[in-house]
């Protein structure tokens, strides 16, 4: 063999050794302590969430631990491209600025979140009412409201209130899966259990890039 092919050669092992170690997914796991974990695969199960990890195993956790999952492969805004684009949502918010921050803290939510669902859901609009009855800053469904026990939906501070907590309950039970939490809010938490996921329909995967689009532009990439 001479030396040119036996190089080539070491070059195609040692290539395929480091992709070896490196999973083909990398999802990350983001708590509420707001440590990140990467693993390859999340299950939810009731009320706990399994994580693969990339190194073989698993372990289980609390889905009241899990904050927020982070999806691989998904398209992201180059940096310096965001940086251009960044909103401020405080600005976008106004008045409710204020209240969209105490709703975050109180269920654990980035207020950017919360800012970005508002905006998407009715442009910060108090008094917004939907062909299909949904009320307000964050366009809840009078059945919603009421198991919120809501006792004024229009009322700008208890919608957001309301909005954020069931938005928080949403991503404890989808194991902290934003686009899945995204899509029950919009759809319905059965829609998304009854597809097995983000449901097929046009109006409701929009409302999930929307949101994730101006969620990475109030975050600023």
Not at 33 to 47: I, N, S, Y
Not at 108 to 120: D, G, I, K, M, S
């Amino acid at each position: 063999m001479t030396r040119g092919r036996r190089t080539a050669r070491f070059l195609v092992l040692l290539v395929g050794l480091l992709l070896a170690g490196v999973p083909a997914r990398a999802d990350r796991v983001v708590f509420q302590d707001l440590r990140v974990l990467q693993v390859t695969r999340v299950e939810t199960r009731g009320d706990r969430v399994v994580l693969w990890l990339p190194g073989g195993g698993s372990m289980v956790v609390p889905a009241s631990r899990v904050l927020e999952v982070r999806r691989a492969g998904r398209p992201s805004v180059p940096r310096r491209a965001a940086a251009k684009r960044r909103e401020d949502w405080r600005a976008r918010a106004g008045r409710y600025a204020r209240w969209i921050e105490s709703a975050a803290r109180r269920y654990r939510l980035e207020p950017e979140l919360v800012a970005a669902v508002a905006l998407v859901e009715s442009s910060f609009e108090s008094r917004a009412r939907s062909p299909k009855g949904a009320l307000g800053i964050m366009q809840l469904m009078p059945e919603t409201a009421r198991e919120l026990a809501l006792r004024n939906p229009l009322d700008p501070r208890e919608n957001i209130e309301g909005g954020a907590r069931w938005l928080r309950r949403l991503l404890d039970r989808f194991g902290g899966d934003l686009e899945l939490a995204l899509a029950a809010y919009n759809a319905g938490e059965g829609a998304v259990r009854a597809h097995g996921g983000i449901p097929p329909w046009p109006e409701t995967r929009s409302y999930v890039r929307k949101v994730r689009s101006a969620l990475e532009a109030f975050r600023g990439g």
